[in-house]
């Protein structure tokens, strides 16, 4: 089986399904914010204190890396799509799975104060979704709504990458 990359917005579940998803599926998981804070040894608010570009240059990184092991199931960082090289990366060796979530509900369930981008709270959300939007499409090979509960969306997902 191919890798398996989440992308989607913060807060949009990618790491709770993806959790999930790689327990069904047999992969191992990781969080790519997590595994970035491994090899840079920072957290992600201390590389956003030195500025975004050593955030994205410490996320391509972990995208080759990543992208470099099998049967990996990764939870990408929302924003993993700002970047061609990175979705190049991760299409190479696997299958980029696109979580769509209403931002109403992200709204309801997103801890803003643990998103550097997210200061601005709703303006924040709805600004980043604005620019954010058509790179999820376009990078996606699938595109799943996440509206319900997960539960209900595990089986959707093994269904699409079964396909």
């Known amino acids: 089986m191919k890798n398996i990359y989440l992308i989607g917005m913060p807060g949009s579940g990618k790491s709770t399904i993806g959790k999930i998803l790689a327990n069904v599926l047999d992969m191992k998981f990781y969080d790519m914010d997590d595994y970035i804070e491994n090899i840079s040894s920072h957290s ?5 204190d030195k500025g975004e570009p050593v955030f994205r240059m410490w996320e391509s990184v972990a995208c080759i890396r990543l992208s470099a092991k099998k049967k990996v199931l990764v939870a990408c960082g929302g924003g993993v ?3 061609e090289k990175n979705i190049e990366s991760l299409s190479k060796s696997g299958l980029i799975i696109y979580i769509k979530r209403p931002l109403d509900l992200i709204l309801r369930d997103i801890d803003f104060d643990s998103r550097p981008l997210l ?3 709703e303006v924040g959300l709805s600004q980043l979704f604005g620019k954010r939007k058509k790179l999820y499409e376009k990078a996606a090979h699938i595109i799943v709504n996440n509206n319900d509960s997960v539960e209900n969306l595990i089986p959707v997902l093994v269904e699409q990458i079964m396909r």
Do not use: Y
């Open 44 to 48: 992600i608010p201390e590389l956003f």
């Open 81 to 83: 799509v700002t970047e």
């Open 119 to 121: 200061k601005e709270r």
